[in-house]
């Protein structure tokens, strides 16, 4: 299964709301998870199951789905949230494949 | 709450084999699959592999044969070899776990920059 992420990065400002896309080459039936991460620091759960809220992440991060189209919104856009994201399909084993990364810079 | 610390040889030459363990803390090794995951330098995540506690393993086709995962549960450790290396190889190595409701990775360890350079 192939996962197109779009836009490849974006600029916005702190409160912004952003939205990126994530589009599976078949269904996923839902195994569909979001990872932040950060220069130097390994990938950090988000959401998972396309739209349960990992632990003790911040509500503001919110992932949805619609067929094989995913969508992760960061509502209000914090400093802390200059990152890059990374969607990922596990429903297919032996073979979990991720997007290729949308960088969330500071405009 | 369970932790991930990741070890094992950074520089390489080419045509040697990659050698890393990932030991497991603070929580149980059985029931999940414990994966490795890789990223090129600038570039996206490749996920290599996994196994679980009864040993049975899947891994990525596209790396064909080359890599191996193992584990030793009375030491709550796994481990990736990765034979034949060429600098396409030269990445940070992450070892996860992927939780057990979810099928998501919910814990990783601290990564491990491998090198191939003759």
């Known amino acids: 299964i192939q996962m197109t992420q779009s836009p490849s990065s974006l600029s916005a400002s702190v409160g912004d709301s952003v939205t990126i896309t994530c589009r599976a080459s078949?269904?996923?039936?839902?195994?569909l998870n979001w990872y932040q991460q950060k220069p130097g620091k390994a990938p950090k759960l988000l959401i998972y199951?396309?739209?349960s809220l990992q632990s003790g992440v911040p509500s503001r991060f919110s992932g949805s789905a619609s067929g094989t189209d995913f969508t992760l919104t960061i509502s209000s856009l914090q400093p802390e949230d200059f990152a890059t994201y990374y969607c990922q399909q596990t429903y297919s084993p032996p073979m979990y494949t991720f997007g290729q990364g949308t960088k969330v810079e500071i405009q | 709450q369970v932790q991930l610390q990741q070890w094992g040889a950074g520089l390489l030459k080419p045509s040697e084999t990659l050698s890393l363990t990932c030991a497991v803390y603070g929580g149980s090794f059985s029931g999940h699959l414990w994966s490795w995951i890789r990223q090129p330098p600038g570039k996206g995540l490749e996920w290599i592999g996994e196994i679980n506690d009864s040993r049975t393993t899947n891994y990525n086709p596209s790396l064909k044969s080359r890599p191996t995962i193992s584990v030793d549960t009375s030491k709550k450790q796994f481990s990736l070899k990765l034979t034949s290396v060429t600098a396409a190889d030269t990445a940070v190595y992450y070892c996860?776990?992927?939780?057990?409701?979810?099928?998501?990775?919910?814990?990783w360890g601290q990564g491990t920059m491998v090198t191939v350079s003759s």
């Open positions: 996860a776990r992927l939780m057990a409701y979810g099928n998501a990775f919910d814990i």
């Open positions: 078949q269904n996923t039936f839902m195994y």
């Open positions: 199951g396309a739209s």
